[in-house]
């Protein structure tokens, strides 16, 4: 079964930075396009961001300009950098892998990661 890791988040004071990473294992990586994922208290898990294999990008409207996202098919990895981050970003952020035509997600979740931002 696929597996997918994401790294730690952490509190960010709005305005500020962070990039997570996440790993997937028993997958061919490189074949698949990836997508973040986030679900904040009382709300739907969202797609944040995709990345398709030919390198092409979605961004949710919410997040266009401030988040990118990127891949490195050597080491299995999708990043999401995020910037200027908001209170409204704050969330648990997956990753996951996704169909291009509908957007939504193929694999079972890993266990997320959570980003709050406040000060």
């Known amino acids: 079964q696929v597996k997918f890791v994401e790294s730690r988040g952490g509190l960010v004071q709005p305005g500020g930075s962070l990039r997570l990473s996440c790993a997937a294992s028993?997958?061919?990586?490189?074949?698949?396009?990836m997508g973040w994922y986030r679900q904040a208290p009382g709300n739907q898990r969202e797609l944040v961001a995709a990345?398709?294999?030919?390198?092409?990008?979605n961004y949710a409207d919410s997040v266009k300009g401030r988040f990118t996202i990127s891949r490195d098919n050597a080491k299995k990895t999708v990043y999401l950098q995020m910037n200027s981050l908001k209170p409204e970003d704050t969330a648990v952020y997956y990753c996951?892998?996704?169909?291009?035509?509908?957007?939504?997600?193929?694999?079972?979740w890993g266990q997320g990661t959570l980003v709050t931002v406040s000060s």
């Open positions: 028993r997958i061919i990586f490189n074949i698949y396009n």
């Open positions: 990345i398709s294999v030919d390198l092409s990008t």
């Open positions: 996951n892998s996704v169909s291009w035509a509908t957007m939504t997600p193929l694999d079972a």
